[in-house]
């Protein structure tokens, strides 16, 4: 069987022999000083129509490759084994291609999963007693910018719905509610307790129990800091800095009075909401299903108005799951206030 010899003693393009099967050992004839190689010392891997057989000798690396089909007649490459040096090569290409572009990706990966981590840290760093400094600086800047109603019936549910779901469960804050004069459907919660109304959604409910359902979503908004987390989100590091330093109220205060017109919440915190304040209607002893009701009608109405509680994304699935986590709740008497007289309340003395 001819084939053709590489290495020691042999020219680089290498040079003609013949090769024959002995026993265990192969006999490489016109390769001077290279008569035979046990079998098991050789390497062979196969390029295209030959086989490639490699192995190491006293005077260096050695190599011959013959006609692939002969070679296998003689049972040489039929337990084609990884070349040593071919699986170095491999080695060193996998490796080349995590460091290029595995490894960035991981530290893309754990720079995005742990800047989640990084945010909620910072979060639940802050004291209550600064997270409530920095809402008494936010709240005359937002204050400014609304056109609050005060003094009326509708006034006087939403401050006692209110009390009520905050006294169902412990909490540092001190809660105060407004009602805004804004047609709207909305309501959004801020640090350390000021939740706003608007109007629109109090003309929007079908009930107290409706107007409760979003308080007491808006009660676990504050209770679970989502403002506050996003506002920590958007400052970053410098919010980690305001913190370090004490100063988060005043630092934080103008940055985050613009901040918190545009902030929206996530998909998860929303859900942390809702079922928060499940808990927390059932706990206060009023009626779950006007939360599920109101944000039903919210899902219904959404697409035609763009604006309809905007920060709150409605959808039927979310309030099919409310509906299904309510299903075996025992009904409550419904909360004795007069609904028609409390909207009526919202229309200016002058219109009635
Ligand atoms: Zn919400």
């Not at 009520?164 to 412990?170: C, D, F, I, N, T």
């Not at 629109?200 to 676990?220: C, F, M, Q, Y």
């Amino acid at each position: 069987m001819s084939g053709r010899g590489f290495g020691p003693g042999l020219p680089t393009e290498g040079a003609p022999v013949l090769l024959r099967r002995n026993g265990d050992d192969l006999v490489i004839d016109g390769w001077p000083a290279m008569p035979v190689v046990a079998v098991t010392h050789l390497a062979a891997s196969r390029r295209g129509e030959s086989l490639l057989l490699e192995w190491d000798d006293a005077a260096g690396r050695c190599a011959v490759t013959l006609d692939a089909a002969q070679a296998e007649k003689v049972g040489l490459g039929g337990t084609a084994k990884q070349p040593r040096h071919d699986r170095a090569t491999r080695l060193w290409l996998w490796g080349t291609l995590f460091l290029l572009i595995g490894l960035p990706l991981l530290l893309l990966a754990l720079a995005v999963g742990f800047r989640g981590v990084f945010i909620d840290g910072v979060t639940a760093w802050i004291p209550v007693e600064q997270e409530k400094q920095l809402a008494d600086q936010l709240w005359p800047m937002q204050k400014a910018q609304l056109k609050l109603i005060e003094g009326t019936a509708a006034n006087k549910a939403v401050t006692e719905i209110g009390a009520r779901l905050v006294a169902a469960k412990p909490s540092p804050y001190t809660y105060r509610f407004h009602v805004a004069e804004d047609r709207t459907v909305n309501a959004f919660a801020m640090p350390a307790g000021y939740i706003v109304v608007h109007r629109g959604l109090i003309e929007k409910a079908a009930s107290a129990e409706e107007l409760a359902g979003v308080l007491a979503h808006e009660i676990e908004h504050v209770e679970g800091r989502h403002a506050l987390r996003g506002m920590v989100q958007a400052l970053g590091f410098h919010a980690l800095w305001l913190t370090l330093t004490g100063d988060l109220g005043g630092g934080l205060a103008g940055e985050g009075a613009r901040q918190l017109a545009g902030l929206h919440f996530s998909r998860e915190q929303e859900t942390a909401a809702d079922q928060g304040g499940l808990a927390r209607l059932l706990k206060a002893g009023i009626d779950p299903r006007g939360m599920a009701s109101f944000f039903d009608k919210l899902a219904q109405e959404q697409a035609a108005m763009p604006d309809l509680l905007s920060s709150h994304p409605a959808s039927s699935e979310r309030s099919a799951r409310l509906l299904a986590l309510m299903a075996n709740v025992p009904r409550q008497p419904p909360l004795a206030y007069d609904w028609l007289a409390i909207r009526a309340s919202l229309i200016p003395r002058d219109k009635r």
